[in-house]
RNA sequence: GAGGGCGUAGCUCAGCCUGGUAGAGCAACGGCUUUUUAAGCCGUGGGCCGAGGGUUCGAAUCCCUCCGCCCUCACCA
C-alpha cells in the first residue's frame, strides 16, 4: 500500500475511534427512514415551499456522505442513495455540542442518517435541516474524486461499487437493467407464460454450438458442462405439458471478450406450444418495443444514432440481403468464398454454409440498424428448427436485429424425433462436435420421440437488449462484473491493510 | 493469438516529442468562516512516474522485456 493510502486509512481509524470514545458506533444499526431521498425531494416540491424558508414536513433519511461543504459551526453535506441526492444542512446550535462533535468527525463516504424538515435554501435549494444526526458506518478509503467521479475502467470493473457511488449515471443504467427484466418478466406472464429453471450444469451441454467451459462433480466423479443454451431442457418441459416456459437465466460460452461478448451472458428463452414463427415475431416486437418505450421513452439512439425499435419491423429475407447488401451469389460457394476472403476472412475449411454465415455477418449485420427480421437462413445452420414448408433448403427461423447486432433468435421448433435425430447425427460428424465428443442426447432425443407439441421458440439476448435499450456501446456497461484477468494475487494482498 | 494505444499523488490529468532528478485541480491535514452548490481564504503533508533490464555523467522522458487495461482483428452456428 501507497504511504498516501496509508495516510488516508490511518486518518480515517483514528476518527473512527473517536467516535468510539465519544460512544458513537462506527459502524452502526438500523435506521428507520421516512422514505428514499428522492422521495424526500419529490415531496418537498409537492410543499412548493418558498426559497429561504423551512416546512414542517419532518422526514428521517439515511445515505452516503458524497460532498461536505462545511464553515465553522454549519455544514452542508450532500447524501446519496439508490434513488438520487439531497443536501442536508447540519448547524451547530441546532444538534448541539455533541452532536456536533460528530459532524467535524464527517469524511466523505460515511454513511449518516439525518431526522430534521424539509425547507429550501436561500439558493432554492432542497435541503434538509437537521434536527438530529445519527452516524451510521465509517468509510476508512476514500471515494474517487467528486467532480470528474471515476473513469479508470480499470478500477470502475474492477471495483464496480466505486463506480456506482461516483458516477450517478452508471448507477441509473443498472437500475434500469433490473426494470428492464422486470418488465420483460411481467410481459411473458401475461401472456400466460411461467418462469421455470433448468440446469446450468449439463452432461451434454445442448441447444447451439459454442465451446463450453467444462467443470468437474466429485461425489460422482463425472466431468459436466456450463451450459451453452437451455433449449433442450426447455423442450422437454413442453412435452411434459409445460405448454408456455420461459427462462432467464445465464449462459456461458468458452469463447473470447469483446464489447458484444462476455463469457457469461443473460439469455431469455421462451417456446411456446401450438406457435410457431409468426407468434415469436409477434411477441419480440410487441415486448421489445414495449420495453423500449417503458424505459427510454421510445426514443432509443446508440453511438449517438437513434434506432427505431417501434413496431411493426421490417421483415427482410436472407439470401435477397447477402445478394443486395453483400453483393454475392448466395448459390456460389466462390462468390461467398471471395467476399469472406475481402473482408479478411481465413476461409481454410469453411464450408459453403460458414462462408455465408461469415458473408452475411460482415456485411450485411453492421448494417441492420433499425430493428428487423431476418428470415429464411439455410437450414444448415440450424439442426433444432423446422424446414420451412415451401423450400426445404432454408430455415422456418429469424433472427432480429438492431443497432448493428443479433438481437433475438427464433424458430418454428422441430419436433420430428427421427428428422432430430438425423440432423444430430449430421452434425456429430462436423468439427463443431468434437469438443464434447460428439455425443448425441439420448435423452433429449428420447424426450422427443414420446411427443413434443408444435411449437414457436425464442431466444432473446438480454445483455444486448440492455445496450440497445440504455445506450450502452460495450457490454461492459450493462454487466455489473463483467470478466477480466484476475488480479496477481500479491497485488490483492499488498490492498489489504494490516491490522493492529 | 496479432497489431495499435494507454499506465505519473486516493481521484481527474499535465510533463515525455526536444533527457537535468515531479506539477495542477479535487481529496487529506492545521487554521478562519452559521445559507454553501466543484464554497472561499491562509498554511502543510503526500509519488520506487505499472514492474524489471539497458543506453547515458544523468531516465517519468530514449531502447528492450514483462504485467494490466482499452481499441481493432482473429477465435466464436
Redesign the pocket.
Known sequence: M????D??FE?RRSKSRKLAEMGVDPCGAKFVTSSDLAGAREKAEAASIAP?SESEISVRLAGRIV????????A?VVLRDRSGDI?A?L???RLGEAGYAVVKLL??GDFVGVEGTLGR???N?I?VFAKSLTFLTKALR?L????????????R?RQRYLDLVANPEVRERFVKRSRLIASLRRRLEERGFIEVETPMMQAIPGG????PFITHHNALDIDLYMRISPELYLKRLLVGGLDRVFEIGRNF?N??L??R?NPEFTMMELYQAYGNLDDMMEITESVVSGIAGELGGGEVQFGGKPVKLASPWPRLDYLSLLAGKAGVDPASEESLRSAAKK????TDGLDKWALM?EVFSNYVEPGLWDACFVCGAPIE???LCKARPDDPTRAERFEAYAAGMELANAYTELNDPLEQRRRFEE?AGGS?AAETGGKLDEDFLTALEHGMPPAGGLGIGIDRLAMIVLGAE?I?EVVLFPL??PR?TGAATAETPRSN
Open positions: 501507497s504511504p498516501n493510502v495516510q488516508f486518518e429561504a460532498a461536505v461543504r462545511a464553515f465553522g459551526k454549519a452542508f443536501q444542512y448547524r451547530a446550535d469524511d466523505l435554501t436561500k439558493t435549494e435541503t476514500p474517487p474524486e467528486k467532480f470528474h467521479g471515476l473513469s479508470d475502467t480499470d478500477t470493473f447451439a454450438t459454442a465451446r460460452r469463447e473470447g469483446s464489447p461478448h473482408a479478411g476472412v481465413d454465415d445452420l440450424t439442426p452434425q463443431s460495450t461492459r477480466l484477468r496477481e
